[in-house]
């Protein structure tokens, strides 16, 4: 089993950046493959990205390419999420979650159907 702990959200305003990170304890991390996914009130959760084991692979959604980065640190136990040229329509609760399945088959699937997550954090950008 893994715990994960969000941090780094807050009011930033738009074309700002942001750094999420996420902390793991258990399991040890680098056996799990990570992503973020985000969700709105009233709309479905968005995956965002995944990256793999060693995070030489990363897998974004669609939506999500360009703006967003993805990475990780198994020295720390820590996944990030680099946030930049934010928007008023990203504003959301993050989320980190971790999988066993590789990158490519869990965005498919979507990143919140993990059994894995954290508690999420909160980005709000002001336009």
């Known amino acids: 089993q893994v715990q994960l702990v969000e941090s780094g959200g807050g009011l930033v305003q738009a074309g700002g950046s942001l750094r999420l990170s996420c902390a793991t304890s258990?399991?040890?991390?680098?056996?799990?493959?990570a992503g973020w996914f985000r969700q709105t009130p009233g709309k479905e959760r968005e995956s965002i990205a995944a990256?793999?084991?060693?995070?030489?692979?990363?897998y974004y959604a669609d939506s999500m390419k360009g703006r967003f980065t993805i990475s990780r640190d198994n020295a720390k136990n820590t996944v990030y999420l680099q946030m930049n040229n934010l928007k008023p329509e990203d504003t959301a609760v993050y989320y980190c979650?971790?999988?066993?399945?590789?990158?490519?088959?869990?965005?498919?699937?979507?990143?919140?159907?993990?059994?894995?997550r954290g508690q999420g954090t909160q980005v709000t950008v002001s336009s």
């Open positions: 258990g399991r040890t991390f680098s056996t799990y493959t």
């Open positions: 990256i793999s084991r060693g995070g030489s692979m990363t």
């Open positions: 979650a971790a999988d066993t399945r590789p990158g490519a088959i869990w965005l498919r699937a979507g990143i919140a159907s993990s059994e894995y």
